[in-house]
């Protein structure tokens, strides 16, 4: 059975850090391409970073490029999200998501296994 948790969530001040986790189990986050996706209040979802497994490529949603991180860690087979400079439009909830590809597509019709979410509050 394929499962995705989140953790890592919190409230923090504009400007501050956070690093989000995601555990998989069921497959192995590096034979699929892997996203992050945030939801903001009373907006629709956004997928932020995404990497492939065919080729490692990474990719940005252009308002988090330099100040967010994606990697993943195939030994614990855990995808993470570091995230810098948080501003106040960041808050949302996070999810990471699983593709059916080896490649981000870019659409989020693609990612058939989804986390429950965490909370990122950015707020002073």
């Known amino acids: 059975e394929v499962q995705l948790v989140e953790s890592g969530g919190g409230l923090v001040p504009p400007g501050g850090s956070l690093t989000l986790s995601c555990a998989a189990s069921?497959?192995?986050?590096?034979?699929?391409?892997m996203t992050w996706v945030r939801q903001a209040p009373g907006k629709e979802f956004e997928w932020i970073a995404a990497?492939?497994?065919?080729?490692?490529?990474?990719t940005y949603l252009d308002s988090v490029k330099g100040r967010f991180t994606i990697s993943r860690d195939n030994t614990k087979n855990t995808l993470y999200l570091q995230m810098n400079s948080l501003k106040p439009e960041d808050t949302a909830v996070y999810y990471c998501?699983?593709?059916?590809?080896?490649?981000?597509?870019?659409?989020?019709?693609?990612?058939?296994?989804w986390g429950r979410g965490t909370q990122v509050t950015v707020s002073s």
């Open positions: 998501a699983k593709d059916v590809e080896e490649y981000f597509s870019g659409r989020l019709t693609t990612l058939n296994y």
């Open positions: 990497i492939n497994s065919i080729d490692d490529k990474i």
């Open positions: 069921g497959f192995t986050v590096n034979s699929y391409a």
